[in-house]
């Protein structure tokens, strides 16, 4: 295993997890690998992954009342509400490998692993605002040399943040409206013409440092049959 990471040392050896993105997207399939090297025989059950996530948040609210003292005069007084909530995303646990006989042999070891992320996963999220608000959506995944229960030893395991992506959204191309409306004067009596808007998009859903363009070409016809045409370029 090379160079291994202090975190997945153990007194039987070491356990390591490694996928193959740097991200994972919700609904897709999450691949890589779960690398371990065991000095001595292990009592193990199984090698398993488990995924948590969770969203929490936490602030602050300032809020004022009138307090009115022992001699009848009143004041207004500062306090503070502070809030707490979380919310559990996932927790699901995918069995990679079961090992015959409960007994996992000294060697090294690669185990391939293929897990399906369930759809619906928010992506993951962090915000500090004012007044010691926070906001957060966190994943982890944990690799797990499970022991036998028969054994007193304590599982192998090794642990990492994952980040998570949400599915996006279905892209349709050269997206095209268009508005055809008749203008009149303030008093609703005098036709000045009429004027239409035509507008076309790459494409409806843009993620991140993306840029979009929008095409858009506006034609005025006035009562004298005069025709003016201006064509704009939009970058955002």
């Not at 926070?134 to 994943?139: E, F, G, L, M």
Request: glycine share 4%.
């Amino acid at each position: 295993m090379g160079s291994v990471d202090s975190r997945a040392k153990f007194q039987n050896g070491a356990i390591y997890l490694q996928a193959d993105a740097p991200y994972v997207i919700s609904g897709e399939t999450m691949t890589g690998n779960i690398y371990l090297d065991l000095y001595q025989p292990f009592p193990a059950v199984s090698l398993d992954i488990v995924i948590k996530g969770e969203e929490r948040c936490k602030w602050t609210e300032t809020k004022t009342r009138t307090i009115r003292d022992n001699d009848g005069k009143t004041h207004t007084e500062t306090y503070y509400v502070h809030h707490m909530g979380q919310r559990q995303v996932i927790h699901q646990r995918f069995t990679i490998h079961v090992f015959p006989n409960q007994a996992a042999m000294p060697g090294q070891y690669t185990f391939p692993f293929n897990i399906a992320i369930p759809y619906g996963c928010p992506s993951s999220a962090y915000y500090a605002g004012s007044e010691s608000s926070v906001a957060s959506i966190k994943y982890s995944i944990k690799a797990i040399l499970q022991p036998s229960v028969n054994v007193h030893m304590k599982e192998m395991d090794f642990k990492q943040p994952l980040v998570m992506r949400e599915k996006a959204p279905q892209i349709d191309e050269n997206l095209y409206t268009s508005v055809n409306t008749a203008v009149n004067s303030c008093c609703c009596c005098c036709s000045k013409g009429r004027v239409a808007i035509q507008t076309s998009f790459e494409k409806n859903a843009y993620s991140s440092a993306e840029t979009c363009r929008a095409v858009s070409k506006s034609t005025w016809i006035l009562p004298n049959t005069f025709i003016m045409i201006i064509v704009a370029t939009f970058i955002i």
